[in-house]
């Protein structure tokens, strides 16, 4: 199973500047595959991010990733109140899914 | 609009079982993979299992092996989750799921399972 790790545990910013999450796998994996979450309290996941770099419709540019291989990255610039909130990564590698433990952005 | 709805959850003692329900809409469920995942309280996200959208095949995490058994009636839109035996820390909000693009691209507003000893 591809364990992935997310860190900080906690990121702190403020609003209008930007915030850097990692997710870091235990082993290779697919590009294609690697997905990131906004999830807010008593709210399902949101699907942000696909395909490691791809937006999910209707979601703001100021949201992207990157990486490849172990290492992942979600940059969330110009940060808006609303985005102080927790984010998870996921991976797929056939025929399992798991999720990073989650990373939360809260206010500086 | 897509859609999908769970239902079924509850209060429940160890070593007892339910059944979950998650009714979908607006998109042509049996072309679609589905999924279940869980929450436990303050806690992150858990892949259950996974069926194709002919329900002949499915997947499951290692941990759900042998308590979990995930179905679908694509004549009625809806995909359920079979729990057995359950335990303390089966205690989460399991929510349906459609696996798209290498992601879960819809979920379900969840249904909360309390187990209590």
């Known amino acids: 199973e591809v364990v992935l790790t997310q860190s900080p545990g906690t990121v702190y910013s403020s609003p209008g500047e930007s915030a850097t999450l990692s997710c870091k796998a235990s082993q290779r994996v697919s590009s294609t595959y690697l997905a990131w979450y906004q999830q807010k309290a008593g709210q399902p996941p949101r699907l942000l991010i696909y395909?490691?770099?791809k937006r999910e419709a209707g979601v703001p540019d100021r949201f992207s990733g990157s990486g490849s291989g172990t290492d992942f990255t979600l940059t969330i610039s110009r940060l808006e109140p609303e985005d102080f909130v927790m984010y998870y990564c996921q991976q797929y590698t056939s025929p399992s899914w798991t999720f990073g433990q989650g990373t939360r952005v809260d206010i500086k | 609009e897509v859609r999908l709805l769970e239902s079924g959850g509850g209060l429940v003692q160890s070593g007892g079982s339910l059944r979950l329900s998650c009714s979908a809409s607006?998109?042509?469920?049996?072309?679609?993979?589905m999924a279940w995942v869980r929450q436990s309280p303050g806690k992150g996200l858990e892949w259950v299992a996974t069926?194709?959208?002919?329900?002949?095949?499915?997947n499951y995490a290692d941990s759900m092996k042998g308590r979990f058994t995930i179905s679908r009636d694509n004549s009625k839109n809806t995909l359920y989750l079979q729990v057995n035996s359950l335990r303390v820390d089966d205690t989460a909000i399991y929510y349906c799921?459609?696996?798209?693009?290498?992601?879960?691209?819809?979920w379900g507003q969840g249904t909360m399972v309390t187990v209590s000893s």
């Open positions: 607006g998109f042509a469920f049996r072309d679609s993979a």
């Open positions: 799921a459609r696996p798209e693009r290498g992601g879960f691209d819809v």
């Open positions: 395909g490691a770099n």
């Open positions: 069926v194709i959208g002919s329900g002949t095949k499915t």
